[in-house]
């Protein structure tokens, strides 16, 4: 998304007229998901895709004949038939893809705020008219709407959201794309923040995959032989220092996820101690059953309720029989994605607390 809307707003800014091609809707199974944007050239090049396949050629073909053309085009593909024969994908779904041609610098002040939302990381949603006669405004007339809800910026920039208004959930209910009234509300769920407490070769595979999946990586570690920068290149902040000094001092909201994969029982156990507590809305603890036991039992006597314990994803990562570091690292990164996209409900891991076997380890292995 990023490269997208950088390539977009760098040619706008040369003058150079471009096509923004949106998913806006989808029903059923789909190549891809409402707000996956392509942006195509006039001379064919691209950046983003909408899934590939006969699908993305016929609207980049539709795209470059708006060249020159103002107003947005509303394009409907059911990918039952044709298309998905002749890819080789019976989906079954539908897609509805708005098509417009950009030029100025009116749209060019639009998709810079676009780019400083997204920069941001606190989340907005995208609100798109797809129905004239249901919403009461042209067609691809857009809205960007700040974590808070509050109008940002308007395309075209004297259009007045009206309805739109009404159909913007916020942020904190994690909605999904939506069509109201003629209106696809696009939503982007705030950026979560990744903690990960240990710097081994565990820890290291998490925080590569993590970036990849759009995770804000923070590393936590004592050793600056294992936090550091040639390490852990796609970290945004790596913090060395003593666990019990560190952890507390770290800002940790409901956006924060935690991992621990230290080195060692005592220091899983000191860091679950101040993570445990906080509100992170995720914490997870790698290792054996049998030792998570343990840490929870000492941790009681420390005086943590249920409740508090209740809430640690241990062991953590899904269970997909994971022995290799990066198959490990595979788990718990689906399980970290699964757990921002579906909610707590989507995190698939056992409790800690549900009676299992002893000395049975999770991933097979113990990180340095």
Known sequence: MRDVLQRLTDALERGREQILCQVVETKGSTPQKAGALMVVDPDGGQSGTLGGGCVEAEVKQKAIR??????????????????AWA??????????????????LDPL???????????????????VVIDEERAGAAVGCRFLFDHNGTLAAAWPATQTPGAAVKG????????RP?????????PTLPRIRLIVVGGGHVGQGVANLAAQADFEV????????????ERFPMATRIVVGPIDEVLPAL????????LIVTRGHGHDQEALYHLAPTPASYVGLIGSRRKIRLIFASLREMGFSEAVLGRVAAPVGLDIGSQTVPEIA???????????NCGPGGQASRPALEPAPDEVPVTGLTPP
């Open 66 to 83: 708006r060249i020159g053309e103002t107003g947005a085009e509303i394009h409907l593909f059911i990918l039952d038939h044709d298309y």
């Open 87 to 104: 890819d080789g994908l019976i989906c079954g779904g539908k897609m509805v893809i708005a098509a417009e041609a950009l030029r100025g």
């Open 109 to 127: 002040a639009y998709f810079r705020v676009y780019q400083q939302l997204l920069q941001a990381g606190e989340g907005y949603t995208e609100a």
């Open 168 to 175: 913007v959930i916020p942020l904190s209910d994690r909605p």
């Open 178 to 186: 939506s069509v109201k009234a003629g209106v696809a509300f696009l």
């Open 218 to 229: 923070w590393v936590v570690d004592d050793r600056h032989q294992y936090a550091n920068a």
């Open 251 to 258: 800002e940790i909201t409901p956006q924060t996820y935690a």
């Open 330 to 340: 595979i788990s718990i990164v689906a399980e970290l994605i699964a757990r921002r």
